[in-house]
């Protein structure tokens, strides 16, 4: 069990007979009543994200999230298998459990596979990926000035919105919390 006053960012708990992670918290201290804690937490079964307010100094239980390095193989049709780097067991996941994480994917990647009590909840991103860009409309010499962007369409088929002076072939680096540029690799 774990206090609400302790809440972080990242935290995972048990409430309602559901997962949840911790997305954000604010410890609030109103001049009448009593004190509470407003936070907003994201369904590890389904993805929903909802908000909830607990009395301070409530009790919930903590879950324990198991992590487990593997390697993304391939996708066939709506299955998409990884395997685990030390046994060299396979896991096939469908397209519905990670299809947010599927934009960032790309064959041989290491991502680490979150699992609760044998149920598999879905895939743990890197904060960063580095993606080939396979289509954009090719840079024009001054437009840099502006500091502009043109869409360039990367390997996993993800659109992304980039500086003028990036060209089809160059590995950039994506931040898979939104999707958006970060740099060249």
């Known amino acids: 069990m774990i206090s609400v006053n302790d809440f972080r960012t990242g935290l995972t708990i048990e409430v309602d007979n559901g997962l ?4 954000d918290f604010q410890h609030v201290k109103p001049g009448k009543g009593a004190a509470f804690v407003r936070s907003k937490l994201r369904n590890l079964r389904n993805g929903n994200i909802q908000e909830k307010t607990f009395r ?5 239980s903590r879950a324990h999230i198991e992590h487990k390095k593997m390697q993304y193989l391939y996708s066939a049709g709506d299955t998409h298998t990884f395997m685990d780097n030390e046994s060299f067991e396979q896991l096939e996941l469908q397209t519905a459990q990670i299809e947010y994480e599927l934009k960032f994917l790309k064959e041989n990647m290491e ?11 879905g895939v743990d991103l890197p904060n960063n990926v580095e993606l080939k860009v396979v289509e954009t409309e090719p840079g024009i010499k001054g437009d840099t000035a502006s500091g502009g962007t ?6 996993t088929g993800l ?13 950039l680096i994506i931040s898979t919390s939104d999707g ?6």
């Open 159 to 171: 659109s992304v919105q980039v500086p003028f002076f990036i060209n089809e072939g160059d590995v």
């Open 150 to 155: 043109k869409p360039a369409i990367v390997e």
């Open 20 to 23: 949840w992670q911790v997305i």
């Open 111 to 121: 991502i680490s596979v979150m699992t609760f009590g044998g149920e598999t909840l």
């Open 56 to 60: 301070a100094g409530e009790k919930v």
């Open 180 to 185: 958006k540029y970060v740099s060249r690799a």
